[in-house]
């Protein structure tokens, strides 16, 4: 199968999901995992229509960025140390990982440099999960009050990666908490910050997390086939 096909694939399974839940299709954004992938594959999904892009190595990001081409979307989806913020200022769409303050505010200094502003997702740790950065979810809503603070940040939305289950509907509660987390921050009607994205969901659970809300879902394997070699 070619990266065309598989995102046709993945295409179609994200509209029927959105069917069964009564969803606009347009209302999900793919977001194609090209970590470990060379820089060709993302060209091919590029070639495809695939337009967002997520990277979780900001060394792997920057190589990347160097040798595509095409008018892509980045998306930063891994864990981030504030120390390499810098490389990634004004080159990246969103990030969807932001779990901590003391990042948020070198986000907010970086790209206050620039004169942007930046738009992010807070992380949130479902399972709390020692190996998985993200916010517990008691502290997610003082975390949002804080780096809604800073100037240079926009606040969409939340993101998790759950414990990897292989039945995907054992995932489900997951995903439910974060959207009723979701449902919790809008109701505190915290200035500056919205709700619209939840980013959850990858190659085997996508279609359950789309049936509870998510607006962005991260497809790696199903796309690109197995992980490449880090580099």
């Known amino acids: ?87 990634l200022a004004g080159r990246v769409a969103m990030i969807h990982s932001v779990d901590r303050l003391s990042l948020a505010e070198e986000l907010d ?25 993200g916010a517990s979810t008691d502290a997610a809503i003082e975390l949002v009050r804080r780096v809604a603070t800073l100037p240079h940040l926009q606040i969409c939305g939340l993101m998790a990666l759950p414990p990897y289950l292989e039945d995907a509907e054992a995932v489900r509660p997951y995903f439910r908490r974060l959207r009723e987390l979701a449902a919790r921050i809008t109701a505190a009607k915290i200035a500056g910050v919205v709700m619209r994205e939840l980013s959850m969901g990858m190659s085997h659970d996508f279609e359950v997390a789309i049936e509870e809300g998510a607006t962005l879902v991260r497809v790696g394997t199903a796309i690109f086939g197995a992980r490449g070699v880090r580099h």
């Not at 969803?23 to 470990?36: G, I």
């Not at 997702?121 to 950065?133: F, Q, R, T, Y």
Request: net charge neutral; glycine share 6%.
């Open 1 to 87: 199968m070619s990266i065309a096909s598989n995102l046709a694939d993945i295409r179609a399974r994200i509209d029927a999901a959105c069917r069964r839940c009564q969803r606009d299709p347009r209302s999900v954004r793919l977001v194609a995992v090209s970590k470990t992938h060379p820089a060709a594959s993302v060209a091919a999904a590029a070639a495809a229509g695939q337009e967002i892009f997520g990277e979780n190595y900001v060394q792997e990001f920057v190589a990347k960025t160097e040798e595509v081409t095409a008018p892509v979307q980045w998306h930063f989806i891994g864990s981030l140390q504030s120390n390499k913020v810098k490389y």
């Open 109 to 133: 200094r970086q790209w206050g440099n620039l004169g942007q502003t930046l738009e992010i997702l807070i992380e949130v740790n479902l399972g709390d999960e020692e190996s998985k950065g």
